[in-house]
């Protein structure tokens, strides 16, 4: 709590503006910052406490800005497990985003689709999540301050915000579908039996990030949303094998159709 409180204490200290929005922008997502008028960047490196990534396609800032009217803050870049970090340094920023005053947070991440016709460059919204990373980041002291010590998980994605996503990325031209992401620890990518498996329990999305973070949200009384940009066929589903360029490359040429449905999102959020 302390750490957390001297990082709020130095944000405060930055800027007035307090967003009740804000979106973690995953991997080769950075970008989707261009969406906002963008008042102040700070690096990770600069906050109190605050965890780097070191990850290629990560970028690490801390960006408030503004949409019209709206306060926006934006977490470009975030941290995985797989790095390294705790699990409390994972969820880090969303709960420093909860001391800043804020209420809604949505969830972006590249992930693999685990459905034959939701080809990459298609977009799921997350409806709900299955936790596969070997962990919970509210194992052990639970801050009072931050919520209970057994949180409810019966609406782990608002279904509010995730109508809104849904209509944004539809009306940005993006093949959009819904369903239920699970969270890995990686950093290795899947085994074909894993998939087989993961699509029995009734994944159609896969990913390494978002699982610990929406717990943490909804532990916090935070409302989540959840954009998984589906890079590439997770392992199996095709003959192809799986790497990381791939994951950058879609999530970069699908950037274009992504700007455009945030900025309808914005306009809906209002
Ligand atoms: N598996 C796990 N994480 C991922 C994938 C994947 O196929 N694609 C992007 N992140």
């Known amino acids: 709590m302390q750490k957390l409180n001297d990082a709020k ?13 804000s979106f973690v922008l995953g ?3 950075s970008d989707l910052v261009e969406s906002i008028n963008v008042e102040i960047s700070i690096p990770y490196s600069e906050i109190p406490h605050f965890p780097k990534s070191t990850v290629v396609g ?18 470009q870049g975030r941290v995985h497990f797989y790095e390294g970090y705790s699990p409390e340094e ?24 685990l459905e034959k016709d939701w080809p990459p460059g298609d977009v799921m919204i997350i409806k709900d999540q299955l936790n596969f990373s070997g962990y919970n980041p509210l194992i052990g002291t639970n801050y009072e301050e931050l919520g209970p010590r ?26 959009t579908h819904e369903g239920t992401y699970i969270g890995v620890s990686g950093p ?8 087989k498996a993961f699509k029995v329990l009734g994944a159609s999305a896969v990913g390494m990030s978002t699982v610990p ?40 040429a699908t950037k274009p159709k ?3 449905a945030i900025g309808h999102f914005l306009d809906y959020y209002v």
């Open 9 to 21: 204490e130095f944000i405060q200290s930055k800027t007035n503006l307090k967003p009740k929005l």
């Open 27 to 29: 991997s080769g997502l």
């Open 58 to 75: 990560h970028a690490g800032n801390l960006v408030i800005g503004k949409y019209n009217d709206i306060d926006v803050m934006l977490f």
């Open 90 to 113: 994972v969820v880090f920023p969303v709960r420093l985003f909860k001391l800043l005053g804020g209420e809604d947070i949505i969830l972006t991440n590249a992930s693999g689709s």
């Open 150 to 175: 057994f949180n409810d998980m019966s609406e782990p994605y608002s279904k509010k915000i995730s109508a809104q996503l849904f209509k944004a990325c539809q009306q940005a031209e993006l093949n």
């Open 188 to 195: 290795s990518y899947e085994t074909p039996a894993e998939i």
């Open 213 to 252: 973070e929406c717990i943490a949200a909804n532990h916090a009384g935070l409302n989540v949303g959840g954009l998984s940009c589906l890079t590439n066929f997770a392992s199996g589903i095709t003959d192809q094998a799986l790497s990381h360029d791939e994951v950058t490359e879609t999530s970069l």
């Open 258 to 260: 992504l700007l455009t």
